[in-house]
């Protein structure tokens, strides 16, 4: 257990999370998570010379609020998923991609190489880079080899159900990814939306018919879905953050909830 964040008694029960990624993109994604089960981690002893009552009774008086629930730790579940992608750049083949940058006259492109089978660790990128905790990258493959590429899945397996508290996913050499999809699976076949992201509100209902949240995410009900374009600005080109929040902001975070238990 890691921490003293006590939002575990809050989000849903998950295995397995799925995103779906469309246009270019390089993401890493670390997801902050908690255990189910792992309760009272901020219990203080020692009660190694205290009766099974007293220590009983110690055990929910002090981490026990009827008002607020069980608050166990938050840990980084990403580093310890099983993380696969259905297509990665240079897999196939070698491939050469060049990064988006700010249009200045007369600067040069600014590109490089993909190569799943080179001796050269900086040509690969694999999709466990996304979780390892390195500074290297998962790379999707370059629109150039197909249109199909603009959609790519990418699924971290849990192995086990855990309340979701945060989902990170962090940009490296490309801008955000721009329409893509959260989802969520208790059994690793069928899946549900979490959350929609767009490139603009319009997208939110040409893309998924789903009426956007304008400006910051924000929910009217716990169980709410959303679609949000606000972390698909093309801006920065590089190093983006996209924090997505399933306990914060949503109308029972500050007490019980049934649907966020």
């Keep these: 257990m890691c921490g003293d964040i006590?939002?575990?008694r809050f989000g849903l029960f998950q295995k397995t999370l799925k995103v779906y990624v469309t246009l270019f993109g390089v993401i890493v994604i670390m997801g902050l998570c908690q255990e189910a089960g792992a309760m009272m981690t901020r219990i203080k002893g020692p009660y190694n010379n205290r009766t099974f009552y007293e220590r009983y009774y110690n055990?929910?008086?002090?981490?026990?609020?009827?008002?607020?629930?069980?608050f166990p730790s938050v840990n980084n579940l990403a580093a310890n998923a099983i993380i696969s992608a259905n297509a990665t750049c240079g897999e196939d083949k070698?491939?050469?991609?060049?990064?988006?940058?700010?249009h200045v006259f007369m600067r040069e492109p600014q590109c490089g190489l993909?190569?799943?089978?080179?001796?050269?660790?900086?040509h690969r990128h694999p999709i466990i880079n996304a979780i390892d905790g390195t500074n290297q990258w998962w790379q999707s493959p370059t629109l150039q080899n197909g249109?199909?590429?603009?959609?790519?899945t990418i699924t971290l397996d849990l192995k086990q159900i855990?309340?979701?508290?945060y989902v990170i996913v962090k940009a490296a050499i490309s801008p955000r990814p721009g329409n893509w999809i959260l989802?969520?699976?208790?059994?690793?076949?069928?899946?549900?939306?979490?959350?929609?992201?767009?490139?603009?509100d319009a997208e939110c209902w040409e893309a998924f018919g789903i009426r956007p949240t304008m400006g910051k995410p924000r929910y009217r009900s716990d169980d709410e879905i959303i679609c949000t374009s606000y972390y698909s600005k093309l801006n920065p080109l590089e190093g983006g953050e996209i924090h997505t929040s399933l306990v914060n902001g949503r109308p029972?975070?500050?007490?019980?909830?049934?649907t966020l238990r």
């Design 6 to 8: 006590t939002l575990s």
């Design 183 to 200: 989802e969520r699976s208790r059994d690793g076949i069928s899946y549900k939306p979490w959350q929609y992201y767009a490139i603009s």
């Design 147 to 152: 249109k199909h590429f603009e959609w790519v």
């Design 59 to 70: 055990y929910w008086s002090l981490d026990y609020d009827p008002e607020r629930g069980l």
């Design 252 to 258: 029972g975070a500050e007490g019980p909830s049934d």
């Design 162 to 165: 855990f309340q979701i508290a």
């Design 94 to 102: 070698p491939e050469i991609y060049c990064k988006l940058v700010e």
């Design 114 to 122: 993909c190569n799943a089978r080179s001796d050269n660790p900086e």
